[in-house]
């Protein structure tokens, strides 16, 4: 079967975020397994990057009715009501997978979440990134786990891994890039009490954002300056090296994810994930990663300390990513979604 697809994506390319990613790789996955693909999106290009599949940006009203006539389905990775509403007149089948949650930064449902709600009431059918969103946000969901470009993010054997800890992620509060600052530190103070068997304590911050001039002055306070490396934002190639370079991502976000992309990226590049145990940070981790209390240091330091010191557990933690990460290919993940957008197509819901 060949369906022309509508893809909408509010973000994508060049902004940078997870959804964005997701809606790259599923857009390539859907014309690779042969469907006709037409992404539209607000985010404006200025160097017109190509794509293997139609892209339509800052489309007017005259465009998006256009492209809902040609479509055979509408798929809107994450609610996009300003690009799908004139499927309110064509009435074709659709699919929304839900990327994050459908409620304000304090948990409570706003006015645009209850209309969210009402949207996906049309739906043939919602997808959810992690259990943990299906269950909040819409419990009849069919979770399908989010993929990685697992042809970028890969282990490079010629590289050694001389760093131990590194933190991947914009420096907001939310994201408790503090928390992996001030958990070095107890490492540090406690290395001889508990024998910790570790030769550099380095903690590697990957990443800009509002929260870096109270960083700098947390490691300042700390005295942690030989022991903390900032490098700003990295992607692609950069990326994958740096992460090669560590032992250990350290996830220590005191909001819920929805998800956890990083994890994924990071576990594929070789190193050992430890995430805060709320929202989708378990699913993202499986059995190949430990969780510690979220928002408790003293959980993050005894996780580490267990896994330092029990090299046993460290290698069956890494045996355990090959098969996780496999459930995680982009052609593996895309072929879920098709299924449950064929068989929407097909009325089949």
């Given at each position: 079967?060949?369906?022309?697809?509508?893809?909408?994506?509010?973000?994508?390319y060049?902004d940078?975020g997870g959804?964005e990613v997701?809606?790259d790789?599923?857009a390539?996955?859907?014309?690779?397994f042969?469907?006709?693909?037409?992404?539209?999106?607000?985010s404006?290009?200025?160097?017109?990057?190509?794509?293997?599949?139609?892209v339509?940006?800052n489309?007017?009203?005259r465009?998006l009715?256009?492209?809902?006539?040609?479509a055979?389905?509408?798929?809107?990775?994450?609610?996009s009501?300003?690009?799908?509403?004139p499927?309110?007149?064509f009435?074709k089948?659709s699919v929304?997978?839900?990327?994050?949650?459908i409620?304000?930064?304090?948990?409570?449902?706003?006015?645009?979440?209850r209309i969210?709600?009402?949207?996906l009431k049309r739906a043939s059918k919602?997808?959810a990134?992690s259990?943990?969103?299906?269950?909040?946000?819409w419990p009849?969901?069919i979770v399908?786990a989010n993929p990685?470009r697992?042809d970028?993010?890969?282990i490079?054997?010629?590289?050694?891994?001389t760093?131990?800890?590194v933190f991947l992620?914009r420096?907001v509060?939310?994201k408790?890039?503090?928390?992996?600052?001030?958990?070095?530190?107890?490492l540090i103070l406690?290395?001889h009490?508990v024998?910790?068997v570790?030769d550099k304590?380095?903690?590697?911050i990957?990443?800009?954002?509002?929260?870096?001039?109270?960083?700098?002055?947390?490691?300042?306070?700390?005295q942690?300056?030989?022991y903390?490396?900032f490098?700003?934002p990295l992607s692609g190639e950069n990326?994958?090296?740096?992460?090669?370079?560590?032992r250990f991502l350290?996830?220590p976000?005191?909001w819920?994810e929805p998800f956890g992309?990083v994890?994924?990226?990071?576990?594929?590049?070789?190193?050992?994930?430890?995430v805060?145990?709320g929202g989708?940070l378990?699913t993202?981790?499986g059995e190949?990663g430990?969780k510690?209390?979220?928002?408790?240091?003293n959980s993050?330091?005894s996780t580490?300390?267990?896994v330092?010191?029990?090299?046993?557990?460290?290698?069956?933690l890494?045996?355990?990513a090959?098969?996780?990460?496999?459930?995680?290919?982009?052609e593996?993940?895309a072929a879920q979604y098709l299924?449950v957008?064929?068989?929407a197509y097909?009325n089949?819901?």
């Amino acid at each position: 079967m060949t369906l022309r697809i509508l893809f909408l994506s509010h973000n994508f390319y060049p902004d940078i975020g997870g959804i964005e990613v997701n809606s790259d790789i599923l857009a390539h996955s859907f014309t690779e397994f042969g469907h006709d693909v037409h992404l539209l999106t607000w985010s404006k290009d200025p160097s017109n990057k190509k794509f293997s599949y139609s892209v339509i940006r800052n489309p007017n009203k005259r465009t998006l009715f256009k492209e809902h006539a040609w479509a055979e389905l509408v798929f809107e990775n994450n609610p996009s009501l300003r690009l799908a509403w004139p499927n309110l007149f064509f009435r074709k089948p659709s699919v929304i997978a839900l990327n994050t949650w459908i409620s304000r930064v304090n948990g409570k449902i706003g006015f645009q979440d209850r209309i969210k709600l009402l949207w996906l009431k049309r739906a043939s059918k919602v997808i959810a990134v992690s259990d943990a969103i299906r269950k909040r946000c819409w419990p009849s969901a069919i979770v399908i786990a989010n993929p990685y470009r697992s042809d970028e993010f890969r282990i490079i054997p010629e590289i050694k891994r001389t760093k131990e800890f590194v933190f991947l992620g914009r420096l907001v509060s939310d994201k408790g890039a503090d928390h992996a600052i001030k958990a070095l530190k107890q490492l540090i103070l406690l290395r001889h009490e508990v024998n910790i068997v570790m030769d550099k304590f380095t903690l590697t911050i990957i990443g800009s954002g509002p929260e870096q001039k109270n960083l700098y002055k947390l490691i300042q306070d700390q005295q942690m300056e030989p022991y903390v490396k900032f490098t700003g934002p990295l992607s692609g190639e950069n990326l994958v090296v740096c992460l090669n370079q560590h032992r250990f991502l350290l996830v220590p976000s005191l909001w819920e994810e929805p998800f956890g992309n990083v994890v994924l990226e990071a576990m594929a590049c070789g190193c050992l994930p430890i995430v805060s145990d709320g929202g989708g940070l378990p699913t993202a981790v499986g059995e190949a990663g430990l969780k510690f209390r979220r928002g408790d240091i003293n959980s993050l330091v005894s996780t580490i300390i267990n896994v330092i010191n029990n090299p046993e557990l460290e290698h069956q933690l890494k045996i355990a990513a090959i098969p996780h990460l496999k459930k995680h290919y982009p052609e593996k993940v895309a072929a879920q979604y098709l299924n449950v957008i064929e068989l929407a197509y097909n009325n089949n819901f």
